[in-house]
C-alpha cells in the first residue's frame, strides 16, 4: 500500500535536470519532498502536493524524500502531440503503475537513430565497465580521464535501482562529461530511451559515438542481505550482453575497508556472486596495485576462484588519487566520502584506468 499525504508547498529549494526540491508542509508537519517536473508540473509554492511518504517512513535510500505524485490543483499541460499516434514514441516505462511513461525508443520507428539501429549488430569491441553501484560511476570516469581525457564516455543506466534519471544529482553533475546517458528497461529519463541492456549498449557506441561506456543500475538498489537477493546481481547478466555483441566487458569490482559489514569488506559478495555466477563470458576485473598488504592479501584469495573464466590484471594507482580528488562532483558510496572508503573508490577508478589503456 502507498501511504499518501496532502501538503502545501512551503518553499522551491534546489533544482537540477529533471527534479526539484521541495519543503512542504503536512499534517504529520514539514517534509522534504522531490517532484519529477517531467512528470508531474513545475510546482510553485503555495501549490497542493499529493506525496508518496512510504520510503520516507520506513527510512528507506530515497535520500530523505516524500515524492511528489501530483499537482491535483494545477495538473501540466498536455504534451504537444495529440497522443493517438506513436509519432512521439511508444516505450511505455514503469508500465502499468499510475505514474507510467511514454518515452520515444532509440531504435522504434518515429526515431531518428532508427536506421542506425536497425543494422546495429557489435560493439565494435567497445570496452563496458559494469559496477553494481551508481555511486561507481565518477570514480570510473575519473580513472579514465586520468589517462585520456578526450575518449568519449557514455553511460547505460539499468533499471536496478531508481527508474527516473533523474533522481540522481551525480548524472546531473555529470551531463557535461558524458557522450549521454541511455535508460534501459523500466528506467527512464536518459537522453536516450531503450527497451533493453543490448539495445542500450547499441545505442551507446552506434548513437552516441562511445569509445567507452559505463553501465550501474541507478542509485537507491536493493538488497536482501542475501547471495542473490541484490539488485545488482543484474550486471553479471549485462556481462553476458557484452560479450554477446561482441563488447569487452570489464567489471568494476566493489573493494571497501569501510563498509561495516563483514559480507562486503574486501571483496562485496556481490562482486563474486554477479562475476563468478552470473557472467558466462569472460571479462577483465582489474585490480588495482599499491593497497595494504593484507588487503591485498585478502582480494587476491576472494579472487583466485574467478581466475578459471576472467582476466585479473593489475592497474598502477599512480595519479588516480589526483583524478578521484578532481571528480565534478562529490565521491558518495554508503555515506562514505574518499576518504572514509577509499580502496572502494580507487579500484573504481582503476577499472576506467584499464577500459581506457583498450582504447
Known amino acids: 500500500m502507498i501511504r499518501w499525504r496532502s501538503g502545501t508547498v512551503q518553499a522551491v529549494r534546489r533544482q537540477w535536470h529533471g527534479a526539484v526540491e521541495l519543503d512542504v508542509l503536512t499534517g504529520d508537519g514539514p517534509l522534504r519532498a522531490l517532484a ?112 585520456k581525457s578526450h575518449v568519449k564516455v557514455a553511460y547505460v543506466m539499468t533499471d536496478g535501482g531508481a527508474l527516473p534519471a533523474w533522481f540522481s544529482r551525480t548524472l546531473d553533475g555529470l551531463r557535461e562529461h558524458l557522450a549521454g546517458t541511455v535508460t534501459t528497461g523500466q528506467a527512464y529519463g536518459g537522453d536516450l530511451e531503450a527497451s533493453t541492456v543490448h539495445t542500450g549498449l547499441l545505442a551507446a557506441r552506434h548513437v552516441l559515438g562511445a569509445d567507452i561506456t559505463v553501465l550501474t543500475q541507478g542509485p537507491g538498489n536493493l538488497g536482501t542481505g542475501t547471495t542473490w537477493g541484490f539488485s545488482g546481481v543484474a550486471l553479471g547478466e549485462a556481462v553476458n550482453a557484452i560479450g554477446t555483441l561482441g563488447g569487452r566487458p570489464v567489471g568494476s569490482l566493489r573493494i571497501s575497508t569501510g563498509d561495516g559489514r563483514p559480507r562486503h569488506r574486501g571483496v562485496s559478495h ?90
Do not use: C
Open 270 to 359: 556481490h562482486s563474486l556472486t554477479a562475476y563468478g555466477k552470473v557472467a558466462l563470458v569472460p571479462a577483465d576485473l582489474p585490480v588495482p596495485d599499491g593497497l595494504e598488504p593484507a588487503l591485498a592479501a585478502e582480494i587476491d584469495a576472494a579472487l583466485a576462484p574467478l581466475s578459471a573464466r576472467h582476466r585479473l590484471p593489475r592497474v598502477s594507482v599512480d595519479g588516480l588519487d589526483a583524478a578521484l580528488r578532481a571528480s565534478p562532483v562529490p565521491l558518495s558510496t554508503m555515506g562514505r566520502k574518499l576518504d572514509e572508503d577509499y580502496a572502494y573508490f580507487v579500484a573504481a577508478a582503476a577499472s576506467g584506468r584499464f577500459a581506457a589503456s583498450l582504447i
Open 36 to 147: 519529477y517536473t517531467d512528470l508531474v508540473g513545475s510546482p510553485e509554492l503555495h501549490d497542493r502536493v499529493l506525496l508518496n511518504v512510504g520510503a520516507l517512513v520506513m527510512g528507506l535510500g530515497t535520500g530523505g524524500y516524500a515524492l511528489v505524485v501530483a499537482l491535483p490543483d494545477r495538473l501540466p499541460a498536455d504534451p504537444p502531440d495529440d497522443g493517438s499516434t506513436r509519432d512521439a514514441g511508444h516505450l511505455v516505462k514503469a508500465r502499468y503503475t499510475p505514474l507510467q511513461v511514454i518515452r520515444l525508443g532509440v531504435d522504434e520507428e518515429a526515431s531518428p537513430h532508427r536506421e542506425v539501429m536497425a543494422a546495429a549488430e557489435s560493439l565494435d569491441g567497445m570496452p563496458v565497465v559494469t559496477a553494481d553501484l551508481h555511486s561507481a560511476l565518477p570514480a570510473i570516469l575519473a580513472g579514465v580521464r586520468a589517462d
